[in-house]
Nanobody, 118 residues
């Protein structure tokens, strides 16, 4: 079993920055990729960014390209999401995910709220 714990959410003004962290734990944690999704009440969860655990490949949603950066620290089993130039449309609950078997994202964190005021 894998546990994912997010932190770093909060309230920020438009144009500001936040950094989310997600620490993974479990007896034998391993991963093919980790990433972030977000969700606004009443809407479907939206992909934000992902990073390969075994290479430096990254992937971003068009809506965050150039503003968000995903990174990882394998020694800490932790993935980060640096969010710059935040917009009110970025307001959502952000979820950390991991693909532990190569078959898709199979573990999700509890989520952390990000609120961007205008």
């Amino acid at each position: 079993q894998v546990q994912l714990v997010e932190s770093g959410g909060g309230l920020v003004q438009a144009g500001g920055s936040l950094r989310l962290s997600c620490a993974a734990s479990g007896r034998t944690f391993s991963s093919y990729a980790m990433g972030w999704f977000r969700q606004v009440p009443g809407k479907e969860r939206e992909f934000v960014a992902a990073i390969s655990w075994k290479s430096d490949n990254t992937h971003y949603a068009d809506s965050v390209k150039g503003r968000f950066t995903i990174s990882k620290d394998i020694s800490k089993n932790t993935v980060y999401l640096q969010m710059n130039r935040l917009k009110p449309d970025d307001t959502a609950v952000y979820y950390c995910v991991t693909d532990s078997r190569g078959g898709g994202y199979d573990f999700w964190g509890q989520g952390t709220q990000v609120t961007v005021s205008s």
